[in-house]
């Protein structure tokens, strides 16, 4: 996912990196973390640490308070939606795991 913000083409992506610098942070693996922080109500910072983490892969150079303040750019629910879509690339649904109507076996 790209994103820009003053004048900066960003990237946004959830790399194994990026997951372990969340498991590292929190002492969680990235599953649990999602789970547990990320699926109901999930807190600010924890918001902008995954914005912060699935950017640095790319810009090591933006710290969190730059994460921050581009999430403030940007807006919360903009940065949910582009988290939300970096989590769909790093963990595409398959065919075989897709919901739906099961064949009947004769």
């Excluded at 083409?9 to 959830?14: E, F, Q, R, T, Y």
């Excluded at 699926?39 to 892969?57: I, K, M, P, Q």
Aim: charged share 25%.
């Amino acid at each position: 996912m790209t994103v820009e913000h003053d004048g900066r083409v960003l990237k946004l992506s959830m790399t194994t990196a990026a997951m372990c610098l969340i498991e590292d942070r929190y002492d969680m693996s990235f599953q649990r973390f999602l789970s547990e922080r990320m699926e109901t109500d999930a807190r600010v910072g924890d918001v902008s640490y995954l914005f912060w983490a699935g950017l640095n892969t790319e810009h090591p150079d933006i710290e969190i308070g730059e994460a921050r303040a581009i999430i403030d750019g940007l807006g919360l629910p903009a940065v949910l939606e582009l988290i939300g879509q970096a989590l769909q690339k790093a963990f595409p649904v398959t065919k075989a795991e897709k919901p739906g109507p099961q064949k009947r076996s004769k």
